[in-house]
Nanobody, 128 residues
Framework: QVQLVESGGGVVQAGGSLRLSCAAS????????MGWFRQAPGQEREFVAA????????NFVDAVKGRFTISRDSAKNTVYLQMNGLKPEDTAVYYC?????????????????????WGQGTQVTVSS
């Protein structure tokens, strides 16, 4: 089992920044890709970003490209989502997820079905 704990959410004005953290514990050696998803009220949970833990390769949804970055600190078993230039439409609960799939980072990981473990979520609210 892998446990994931997100932190760093909050309320920020449009144009501001936040950094989300996702700390993993347990059988972390089994994970290959970490992802961030978000879910706004009344909407489906959607892919935001993913990172290959060994390759360091990254993928982003078009809506956040150029504004968000994803990184990992292997020594701390932590993945970060740096969010800059936040917009009101970024308001959502943000979830961290871990996948044990050995596939190379690609579109497969845009689906929430690719992930085995999920955190509890952290709220991000962007005011206009």
């Amino acid at each position: 089992q892998v446990q994931l704990v997100e932190s760093g959410g909050g309320v920020v004005q449009a144009g501001g920044s936040l950094r989300l953290s996702c700390a993993a514990s347990g059988r972390t050696f089994s994970t290959n890709v970490m992802g961030w998803f978000r879910q706004a009220p009344g909407q489906e949970r959607e892919f935001v970003a993913a990172i290959g833990l060994r390759s360091g390769n990254t993928n982003f949804v078009d809506a956040v490209k150029g504004r968000f970055t994803i990184s990992r600190d292997s020594a701390k078993n932590t993945v970060y989502l740096q969010m800059n230039g936040l917009k009101p439409e970024d308001t959502a609960v943000y979830y961290c997820a871990a996948s044990t799939s050995r596939l190379s980072l690609g579109s497969y990981f845009y689906s929430k079905n690719a992930y085995n473990y999920w955190g509890q979520g952290t709220q991000v609210t962007v005011s206009s």
